[in-house]
């Protein structure tokens, strides 16, 4: 009886974060976002502050938006854009997993492209270090486009 009325919206969906953010870094999706070594384990993502670099800046590509997009706290064409929410969102949600560990917290000072380095810790369960999950999994010749945009991703370092 306990049925959502065909109006009410979903309630926002459980999304593993450790398998579904390991997937976005392999993807090159988000500009800097990316490994920082070849053992996959620790990696880069650009941490801009809208107020000192302005919105247009971060875009409408950034993997804090395709988190709230993943977990529901943001539908296109429905909410209102709060890019301050979706980092917030994304850095309490790191903070609080036990399968990451902030290991750089960038420079205080005001850097042209601040960042943050993260680990992916194998502590807990780790699904994504062995198979992709299976929302997330590389699908028949892929695997080839993959390991090719996994190259790009190395070749440019982020600093």
């Not at 502050?49 to 706290?73: C, L, M, V, Y």
Request: glycine share 6%.
């Amino acid at each position: 009886m306990n049925q959502p009325t065909s109006g009410a919206p979903a309630p926002p969906r459980r999304v593993r974060l450790k398998p579904w953010l390991v997937a976005q870094v392999n993807s090159c999706q988000y500009p800097g976002l990316q490994w920082v070594n070849g053992e996959k384990k620790f990696f880069y993502i650009p941490w801009r502050h809208a107020t000192r670099h302005g919105p247009s800046q971060d875009g409408d590509n950034t993997i804090f938006k395709a988190w709230a997009t993943e977990t529901g706290k943001y539908t296109e064409g429905v909410d209102e854009a709060d890019p301050a929410k979706w980092k917030a969102n994304l850095r309490c949600a790191l903070n609080k997993s036990r399968d990451f560990r902030l290991i750089y917290d960038g420079p205080r000072d005001m850097p042209p492209q601040p960042y943050k380095i993260y680990e992916v810790c194998s502590n807990g369960p780790a699904p994504a270090e062995s198979q992709p999950a299976e929302d997330y999994a590389v699908g028949a010749g892929e695997e080839e486009e993959e390991e090719e945009e996994e190259k790009q991703c190395r070749l440019a370092p982020p600093w």
